[in-house]
């Protein structure tokens, strides 16, 4: 089929433009569906990507758009159900991300708060993120179909009922049968229109979660799972096709409608996709934007519910098809009335989760960050690096390991000397403020490898899926941390090379001088056998280091927050002090 031509709303090129403090929509009594000469019906799709569990209000940079405070579930519900008003035909959709990497409040209790928040909401349909799979296929069947925890029970003292929406996984394959892990797609009929949902998440989801948790399970190629689906949904007589994609990309300004300089995986997906698709909702990139590739409009709500995406779709009762597309990023703003189901839902949890969060487990002398310096160290994976190590280096069983690394990926935050609201007082560390750091809550293993393994692993940093020129989804620097007594030097002029795509098996070649490094002071013998601590995301192959994969003598360990809770109390009194930035050198 031919794509036909579509109608953006007038605004600033083909999109409609708003500013950074547009008004909320207002409640109003709903309309019925727009029937112009009963020749077209008009759905409103109101978009989200990225929630992470984000029921309270988030704060810092993560909680504004621009200069305007956003988010947080209470809101997000009044500014949905007010936007709902304006149309009976509405549906509320989600690319994915909706739960994992939570803040304590949704994490602490596996994101069922999360689940119930959205159900009261009134989700339709999420898209199966990266994220859904933090703990494993078995627990997102869980997360759909209800049921308390197999370990943890149902700890707020009520049933667990799963969600009221549906989950989509249209390139999500049980190996064992072909059948995808959940639906590939839905379609709703809006007064004799029908629309086609499709749902995804990044074929790349096994590359960044944990391994064990997927196994059976196979991820497709995007673009060609939604061209297999196009004609199976013409032939149930559906033209007006939205994808609801866990990919993305990258704006070069902030304009949570505009698409400056757009570019990543998404436009690659997007471009191959059948020009019979209508509409992409995407995400995983937590940018906004609001854009037309190759024709066809493709948003991103932002991330943590700072934004919601608008859109009004007119379908011919005739052709079947999309005749119009209007599209709005709008601001959760602050502004609104909270929803009082939603702050009941909260208050029920906070209750539960206070004494737990605050429970004081150590002190620090200075604030420990998460941001990353030129070379890539940081100060937050340095000691939970030192934690790991702390934990598996005893003799058998306990590890015997000689060095940690950390994947800054799973170092969500960072731990401040000032006292948080709570009053723990100044360098009091307690468990909600330690567990916002470390929320995935990943098992310390220690194995095997020889000098030259090490070294690849740090080759790997870099190379491969890490490298910024791999095809066809370009990588980025992921530079791991390592434990006290580890260094090395790394060269950005060979790291940032083409020819540094494919990981040298020479180690002269690499980014990384063999030479620089070493371990407690004594140079790395490439020869040798060496005891190495990581989470098991990262032995599992994750985030582009497949050379842990071949690790040998694998012995499991701690809980990652339980080893950085020990690490802190057994240093009291005196308290964890920033570590000095000198275990990575990088140079040109």
Request: charged content about 15%.
């Amino acid at each position: 089929m031919t794509h036909r031509p579509r109608f953006i709303a007038a605004g600033a090129a083909t999109l409609l433009a708003v500013a950074l403090g547009a008004a909320p929509a207002q409640a109003s009594q709903p309309k019925p569906p727009l029937i112009m000469d009963k020749s077209e019906v008009e759905v409103q799709v109101l978009a989200l990507n990225d929630f992470h569990g984000n029921l309270l209000p988030p704060t810092g940079s993560g909680g504004r758009v621009g200069t305007v405070n956003a988010g947080g579930a209470t809101y997000l519900a009044t500014h949905v159900k007010n936007l709902e008003a304006t149309n009976r035909n509405s549906i509320v959709v989600s690319a994915g991300d909706l739960i994992g990497a939570s803040p304590l409040l949704s994490a602490l209790f596996h994101d069922e708060p999360t689940i119930e928040a959205m159900n009261a909401i009134g989700l339709d349909l999420n898209a199966v993120g990266n994220h859904e799979f933090d703990e494993g296929a078995t627990e997102l069947l869980r997360m759909a179909n209800g049921g308390c925890h197999p370990t943890d029970g149902c700890q707020d003292g009520t049933p667990f009922a799963g969600a009221d929406f549906d989950f989509l996984a249209a390139n999500v394959v049980q190996e064992s049968t072909g059948e995808t892990l959940f639906a590939p797609y839905s379609i709703r009929n809006f007064n004799g229109a029908k629309v086609a949902f499709i749902g995804m998440t990044l074929e790349g989801t096994p590359n960044i979660v944990s391994a064990a948790g997927i196994q059976g399970l196979s991820f497709r190629d995007e673009a060609d799972t939604v061209n297999a689906l196009v004609p199976q949904l013409q032939a149930q007589g559906v033209e007006a096709i939205v994808v609801l994609v866990h990919e993305g990309g990258s704006p070069t300004a902030l304009d949570i409608n505009g698409c400056a300089g757009v570019s990543g995986p998404i436009v690659d997906i997007v471009t191959r996709f059948d020009p019979a698709v209508d509409l992409v909702v995407s995400g995983h990139t937590h940018q906004p934007y609001n854009c037309v590739i190759d024709g066809i409009p493709t948003t991103s709500a932002y991330s943590f519910g700072r934004l919601v995406t608008d859109i009004d779709m007119r379908v011919s009762r005739s052709t079947k098809d999309v005749t119009s597309l209007t599209i709005n990023n709008r601001i959760i703003t602050r502004d609104v009335p909270e929803d009082p189901t939603i702050a009941a839902l909260i208050d029920r949890y906070n209750t539960v989760a206070a004494p737990i969060a605050n429970r004081p487990i150590g002190h620090i002398t200075g604030d420990l960050t998460n941001t990353n310096q030129p070379d890539g160290e940081q100060q937050m994976g340095d000691v939970i690096a030192d934690a790991q190590l702390a934990a598996t280096d005893g003799p058998a069983p306990e590890g015997q390991a000689v060095v940690a690394f950390m994947n800054p990926g799973g170092v969500r935050g960072s731990l401040t000397y000032a006292s948080s609201a709570a009053g723990e007082g100044d360098g009091v560390v307690t468990f909600g403020e330690a567990f916002t750091v470390q929320p995935f809550g990943n098992i310390l293993q220690t194995l095997t490898l020889t000098g030259a393994q090490i070294d690849l692993l740090l080759e790997q940093q870099f190379c491969g899926l890490n490298s910024p020129f791999a095809s066809p989804t370009p990588g980025f620097f992921k530079v791991l941390l390592p434990s006290a007594g580890f260094s090395y030097t790394w060269d950005f002029a060979v790291a940032n090379s083409a020819a540094n795509v494919t990981c040298a098996t020479d180690p002269a070649l690499g980014a990384v001088n063999p030479a620089s490094i070493t371990i407690n002071g004594v140079p790395l013998d490439l020869d040798a056998s060496y005891r190495v601590t990581v989470n098991n995301f990262l032995a599992d192959g994750g985030d582009g280091f497949g050379v842990l994969r071949s690790g040998t003598d694998r012995v499991g360990g701690l809980e990652d927050l339980q080893a950085f809770e020990a690490y802190l109390q057994a240093a009291e009194p005196t308290g964890i002090s920033p570590p000095p930035l000198t275990r990575i050198t990088r140079v040109n």
